[in-house]
């Protein structure tokens, strides 16, 4: 908006100025010529000075409507940099918006499943870098089973199959499970691999069995 003002503001001071300009040139030339006639004694010295009196009016407004030109492009440039001086700050502002809503992601934790706290390995307060355990959640939805499979049974493990899983908590009922997976076992030379078994969810069943 300032802008605008202030290109509208030269707009008018430039026409000012053509006007100025063109009554100085018709003002000057007509003062030559009653100078002439006053030397050829056609007219009077008090026609001859209200003529050179209106000449030196015109070139006065003139050199007024030139400043006035002057003045409006200095605030129209003034108006362009506290444009630009604001852009930059609205860029700066974006950038440390960014920056704050950044760091305030790094306040939350949020466990990618429902579950329950059972441990937690730090206190209010305490500094947590990356890889530092934080809490331990149990899941209250589906859980996984962890067993583990001799060399000799690895290849009867097909990922995407079911088995029946029991579990001495619950007798004899039995649970379908779904393989995720298998692994080898951490442990160098144990001959051991790890299934990893989905089990669906049973209000039954809770983490630890």
């Known amino acids: 908006a300032d802008i605008a003002d202030a290109d509208a503001a030269l707009s008018v001071a430039e026409s000012s100025f ?3 300009a063109a009554s100085a040139t018709n003002a000057l030339t007509h003062a030559g010529r009653i100078e002439s006639l006053f030397a050829q ?16 009016r015109a070139r006065a407004e003139l050199k007024a409507s030139e400043a006035s030109i ?9 108006a362009r940099a506290r444009a630009a001086m604001a852009v930059g700050q609205s860029i700066a502002a974006q950038g440390e918006a960014q920056q704050a809503s950044a760091s305030l992601g790094q306040t939350s934790i949020i466990a990618p499943f429902n579950g329950v706290v059972t441990k937690r390995w730090l206190d209010i307060g ?11 959640i149990e899941s209250t939805g589906q859980l996984d089973a962890d067993l583990s499979v001799p060399e000799e049974d690895a290849g ?5 199959a079911r088995l029946a899983l029991r579990l001495d908590a619950l ?30 969810y049973n209000r039954s069943v809770l983490p630890g069995m």
């Open 18 to 20: 053509d006007a100025a």
């Open 41 to 56: 004694g056609a007219v009077s010295r008090e026609f001859r000075d209200d003529a050179v009196t209106a000449s030196d």
């Open 70 to 78: 002057e003045q409006a492009r200095s605030a129209a440039a003034g």
């Open 126 to 136: 305490a500094y947590a870098s990356p890889g530092t355990p934080i809490v331990t």
């Open 156 to 160: 009867a493990i097909v990922p995407g």
């Open 171 to 200: 007798g004899d009922r039995i649970i379908l499970a779904r393989i995720r997976a298998l692994i080898p076992s951490s442990a160098e030379n144990s001959h051991q691999y790890v299934a990893t078994l989905e089990v669906p």
